[in-house]
């Protein structure tokens, strides 16, 4: 089950990405680049919070 805190945490990481996607202007690659690497590492964080990896 997932607690406070990591929930509290992807809430805090989904804003900040929203507020970087509607408030300051870049090119969309770049931003496409931007909300992969921070998804790629939330899910990467987030199994790990799991255990189900271990790097």
Known sequence: ????????????????LWLVNTYLPMDRKIKKILNFVVVLFTIIWLLKLFGIISI
Do not use: D, H, R
């Not at 089950?1 to 900040?16: P, R, Y």
């Open 1 to 16: 089950m997932l607690s406070f805190n990591t929930i509290i945490s992807l809430i805090v990481i989904g804003f900040l």
